[in-house]
């Protein structure tokens, strides 16, 4: 079955794609000794292959499945909340000029420059009733892959909750908020990050999480293309380039709803 198949078979659970978002960013945030533990003992592995294994579209094989939990095991055998913390900080923090895997989109994306990208990602953020956080301990830029994640956790949720009062509008607004979100960011710039990993810091559990992160952006772009597709709504146009880039119409008439929780993008 190819992607497109996938994307017509059913509608994949938005609430279960939320929860899956929601685990993805949780190794890319400051690490604290809670996740390093579920993360050290199973725990959050297990997490998420129960909620993988709920999506059909993005479910790992048995091997898979198994590649990835082996090699958490490995890069995490022997290792202290302490190392884990030097390594995050090392790779994604700390380095002269830079730190050797800069966890923002604007470190990737040739041609384009930063400060569009992150007025690009606040107008988007802006229109859907969300700022960045400004909670001690969770100021980041709009960029950061946490906060791309988080913003995707939030969709999906949206959606779920659209499709829940048979919303149709709100429904096609918000497939297309995550179509038009995971081709112009998180699927433009995750592969060069997921080499960068590769390069500086091979086999650690950050770059097996952000290539298993890839590889679930990937299919589910082609799933919300695939609902698009059966709404009748067409491919958009050219990916944008640096002189298109365009920035979302700003509006504060936000969908309501409840959110969800976030830790560096708040409503």
Avoid: N
Avoid at 142 to 168: C, N, S, T, Y
């Amino acid at each position: 079955m190819d992607m497109s198949e996938h994307a017509k078979a059913a509608v994949a659970d938005p609430d279960t794609r939320s929860r899956a978002y929601r685990l993805l960013a949780e190794p890319f945030r400051y690490p604290t000794v809670a996740f390093f533990e579920r993360l050290r003992d199973g725990a959050y592995a297990a997490e998420l292959r129960e909620a993988l294994a709920e999506l059909a579209h993005a479910r790992l094989s048995e091997a898979e499945w198994q590649a990835l939990a082996d090699g958490l095991s490995r890069a995490l055998a022997g290792c202290a909340f302490e190392d884990y913390e030097s390594l995050y900080i090392t790779t994604f923090d700390a380095g002269a000029p830079q730190p050797p895997c800069p966890p923002y989109e604007g470190s990737y994306r040739d041609g384009v420059p930063k400060a569009k990208i992150l007025l690009h990602l606040a107008g988007f953020y802006k229109h859907f009733g969300l700022r960045m956080s400004t909670e001690e301990g969770k100021r980041e830029l709009p960029d950061h892959i946490a906060a791309e994640l988080e913003f995707m956790h939030f969709l999906a949720f949206k959606e779920a909750q659209a499709r829940e009062v048979d919303d149709g509008a709100l429904l096609q607004g918000y497939v297309l908020a995550q179509r038009d979100f995971l081709s112009r960011h998180l699927c433009r710039w995750m592969p060069r990050f997921v080499q960068a990993l590769k390069a500086a810091r091979p086999a650690s559990a950050f770059a097996l999480l952000a290539e298993a992160a890839h590889d679930f952006f990937q299919k589910d772009l082609a799933l919300v293309q695939g609902y698009l597709k059966d709404m009748g709504i067409a491919e958009p146009p050219a990916p944008p380039t640096r002189e298109t880039i365009p920035i979302v119409a700003q509006d504060d008439t936000a969908p309501p709803g409840a959110e969800p929780d976030a830790g560096h993008v708040d409503r």
